[in-house]
C-alpha cells in the first residue's frame, strides 16, 4: 500500500528566509511520481512542483525546490526566500500509473513579517 | 489556458437532502476526479474516470454517492441523501493522463456544509 507521511503540522519561519517542509513516502510501485500542492485558505489546491522516480536530479521551479532521497524515502520541499504570500497549507501527494494521488496530512505554513 | 471549473462554490442543505455537484475540466484532459476533503485532512478519492468510464470508485459510498461522466467531458458528482458526515470540500480535479508524471490541477472546489 502507498502511503505518505508529513510530520510537521504546523511550521513558522521568517519572511526571506528558506523553509524546508518534510515528507516521507512508502510504496512498493518501482514507477511513481511525488508531488507538492499549496492549498492557501480560499481553498483552491495549486500544483507547485513534481519529482519523478527515476529522475537524476532534484526538480526545481522558481523558488520551489525538491530534495529527493530515493533510498530515505524522503521527498522534502524547500522554498527559498520567503513570502508573505506562501502562508498556506502545504500537501505532499504521491501517484503511480493510473492512480489516484495519495495526500499526506498537510503542513501549514506561518510566514512572518 | 481555462482551469478546471466547478460549480457551485458554497453549499448549505439540510441532513437528508439531496445535492448535486458540476465540474468541467480542463480542455483535452481524458482523465477526471472527485476528491473529498475533510477539515484539517488531505483529500481523498472518491472516483476517477477515464474518459467515459470509472476507473476507481472503490471509495465511493455507493449508497449515497453517485458520479456520471457520460460524454467524457463535463461530470457531476450527486450525494443522496446527505448525512452530517459529508460536510467537506469537494475537488474536482483533471489530469492529461493516468500516468505517473502527469499533474492533476484542481478546480477551486465546493464547500458543502449539511445542517
Known amino acids: 500500500a502507498q502511503k505518505i507521511t508529513q510530520t510537521q503540522p504546523g511550521m513558522f519561519v521568517q519572511e526571506k528566509e528558506a523553509v524546508t517542509l518534510d515528507c516521507t513516502y512508502d510504496?512498493?510501485?518501482?514507477?511513481?511520481?511525488l508531488f507538492w500542492y499549496k492549498q492557501p485558505s480560499s481553498g483552491e489546491m495549486i500544483f507547485l512542483i513534481y519529482?519523478?522516480?527515476?529522475?537524476?536530479q532534484n526538480a526545481t521551479e522558481g523558488r520551489y525546490s525538491l530534495n529527493f532521497q530515493k533510498a530515505r524515502k524522503s521527498a522534502n520541499l524547500v522554498i527559498s526566500a520567503s513570502q508573505l504570500g506562501d502562508s498556506a497549507m502545504y500537501f505532499c501527494?504521491?501517484?503511480?500509473?493510473?492512480?489516484?494521488?495519495?495526500f499526506g496530512q498537510g503542513t501549514e505554513l506561518s510566514v512572518k513579517p | 489556458e481555462a482551469g478546471v471549473a466547478q460549480s457551485p462554490r458554497y453549499k448549505i442543505i439540510e441532513k437528508r437532502q439531496s445535492v448535486a455537484f458540476w465540474c468541467n475540466p480542463i480542455?483535452?484532459?481524458?482523465?477526471l476526479y472527485w476528491y473529498q476533503q475533510i477539515l484539517g485532512q488531505g483529500p481523498k478519492l472518491l472516483i476517477q474516470?477515464?474518459?467515459?468510464?470509472?476507473?476507481?470508485d472503490s471509495q465511493l459510498p455507493k449508497d449515497r454517492f453517485s458520479a456520471e461522466r457520460l460524454k467524457g467531458v463535463d461530470s457531476t458528482l450527486k450525494i443522496q441523501p446527505a448525512k452530517l458526515e459529508d460536510s467537506a470540500v469537494y475537488l474536482c480535479?483533471?489530469?492529461?493522463?493516468?500516468?505517473?508524471?502527469?499533474?492533476?490541477?484542481f478546480g477551486d472546489g465546493t464547500r458543502l456544509s449539511i445542517l
Open positions: 519529482q519523478g522516480s527515476y529522475d537524476q
Open positions: 480535479a483533471s489530469s492529461l493522463s493516468q500516468d505517473s508524471n502527469q499533474p492533476q490541477h
Open positions: 510504496t512498493s510501485d518501482p514507477s511513481y511520481g
Open positions: 474516470f477515464q474518459n467515459n468510464g470509472v476507473v476507481d
Open positions: 501527494a504521491m501517484r503511480g500509473w493510473g492512480g489516484k494521488l495519495i
Open positions: 480542455s483535452g484532459h481524458a482523465t
